[in-house]
Structures are given as structure tokens and as C-alpha cells.
């Protein structure tokens, strides 16, 4: 079955770096988009980046600079590097398959990313 199960969040002082994970299994990774999603408390989903099969990116304006997604086809592995962090870069970020043109049919549980001094 589907899986993907993300790790790395923490808290973080802002302007800190944190990198985040999602390790995929139970299907062709290499033949999906990917994407990180994201909720800060008390609001709605927000998109913050997706990466394409041949490794096309696309980001957020708000986190655009500052986040970088990358993948790993023969690791199964999907990262968001995120550097300059903000206290408005709190939130539950979830690894989710497949892109806004394709929708999201997968998600993982989410890692926590909190930035506060």
C-alpha cells in the first residue's frame, strides 16, 4: 500500500534551517509528481511547493528563496530544504503525491515545524 512518512520538523529559532523528509513507498516513485502542503494553526491548507517527474519545480511565493524541494528516485525520498525561517512558517507540513493538476491522492501524517525564539 501507499505510504509516505514524513520527518524532520522541530522547533527552530527564526532564521534557522530545518530540512524535511518523506520516505515513499508501495508505489512507482519515480513516475509521480510530489508535493508539500501545509497548515498553520487555525487556518487552511496552503500549497508550498511540487516537484515534477523530471524534477521541475515549482514553489510558493511566500516561501520562494528561501525553500528548496528536491528528490531522490532511487532513494524514494522527497526533501524541503527551508532556510530563513519564520514564525509564519509554522506549521503541520505534509508530504502529499501528485500536483495541482493531477490532485493530491496520497498524504502522509505531517511533521511539526515551529519557529519562535
Known amino acids: 500500500q501507499v505510504q509516505l512518512v514524513e520527518s524532520g520538523g522541530d522547533l527552530v529559532q527564526p532564521g534557522g534551517s530545518l530540512r524535511l523528509s518523506c520516505a515513499a513507498s508501495?508505489?512507482?516513485?519515480?513516475?509521480?509528481?510530489m508535493t508539500w502542503v501545509r497548515q498553520a494553526p487555525g487556518k487552511g491548507l496552503e500549497w508550498v511547493s511540487s516537484i515534477g517527474t523530471g524534477g521541475s519545480t515549482n514553489y510558493a511565493d511566500s516561501v520562494k528563496g528561501r525553500f528548496t524541494i528536491s528528490r531522490d528516485n532511487a532513494k524514494n525520498t522527497l526533501w524541503l530544504q527551508m532556510s530563513s525561517l519564520k514564525p509564519e512558517d509554522t506549521a503541520l507540513y505534509y508530504c502529499?503525491?501528485?500536483?495541482?493538476?493531477?490532485?493530491?491522492?496520497?498524504w502522509g501524517q505531517g511533521t511539526q515545524v515551529t519557529v519562535s525564539s
Open positions: 508501495g508505489f512507482t516513485f519515480s513516475s509521480y509528481s
Open positions: 502529499t503525491r501528485g500536483s495541482s493538476a493531477t490532485g493530491y491522492d496520497y
